[in-house]
């Protein structure tokens, strides 16, 4: 693991991220000159490398408050392991700095990304975005809404701590919340259930959805924009992810 600081060692990374997002050629995730002007204004580009092989890269650049927070823009990786190291190496460059959190934006639709950045970091979203970046022209979001979760990871929580050390964090509400958004004959499902903790589903790869079933991918969408959005929406927080679903309290509103 290693922070990049050269032309040639962005340009890899660029050849990286074209192998796996697959990208029209006017919607790169990033360019090699932007990752130049970052890492020379004090931003955060590294590589993991398997030998000499680039297989993962990060690029990440300091957010609001000044201070205290970095913003990671975009990660991939090729190797199984390679993304969490990443992780690791961006969680230690942040803390060095003084940084208490880091933040990012996943699809929410992806159950593998939710289950990474929820339970194997212990990172938690804090808003809802619909469509943040509009229309996206690559292979793994063309034809969809780019609706994102904003996660934030507080670096000093014990539950990252615990999650680094290899512990993945399960909310404690998980094992008695009840559904409200579930999965029938490959649909989604609504469901009129109430109790303090609450489940939404998310299908097991929309990814495989968009390109086979594109009317059942948007319908996802849809339902999960409507459910998850919209109790992220009323104030109550998602406290992580399992079995394939988002664990959301639901807090009563305040007197007055």
């Known amino acids: 693991m290693t922070e990049l600081r050269t032309v040639a060692e962005f340009e890899r990374v660029v050849r990286l991220f074209d192998v796996i997002w697959r990208p029209e050629p006017w919607n790169p995730p990033i360019t090699a000159e932007l990752m130049r002007a970052l890492t020379h204004a004090g931003g955060y580009v590294a590589g993991a490398f398997d030998g000499a092989e680039l297989v993962g890269a990060a690029v990440a650049f300091l957010a609001a ?106 909310p404690a509400g998980a094992d008695g919340a009840v559904a409200v958004l579930t999965e029938r004959d490959g649909c989604p499902e609504f469901l009129p259930a109430d109790g303090p903790a609450v489940l939404v589903a998310v299908p097991a790869d929309v990814e495989t959805l968009r390109r086979a079933a594109p009317e059942r991918a948007k319908a996802w969408r849809h339902a999960v924009r409507e459910v998850l959005g919209g109790l992220m929406a009323q104030g109550c927080p998602v406290t992580g992810f399992a079995g394939g679903c988002y664990v959301v309290e639901r807090r009563s509103p305040s007197p007055g």
């Open 65 to 170: 408050p000044a201070g205290q927070a970095l913003h990671s823009h975009v990660t991939g990786a090729v190797r199984p392991g390679a993304g969490f190291a990443l992780k690791l190496h961006q969680r230690a460059w942040a803390l060095e700095r003084g940084l208490s959190r880091i933040t990012w934006t996943f699809d929410p639709l992806v159950r593998r990304n939710a289950h990474f950045n929820l339970a194997k970091l212990a990172a938690l979203p804090e808003e809802y975005l619909p469509d943040f970046y509009g229309p996206m022209g690559d292979a793994v979001n063309a034809g969809d809404e780019s609706d994102r979760v904003l996660a934030v990871w507080r670096l000093d929580d014990p539950r990252v701590a615990r999650a680094c050390d290899g512990l993945p964090h399960r």
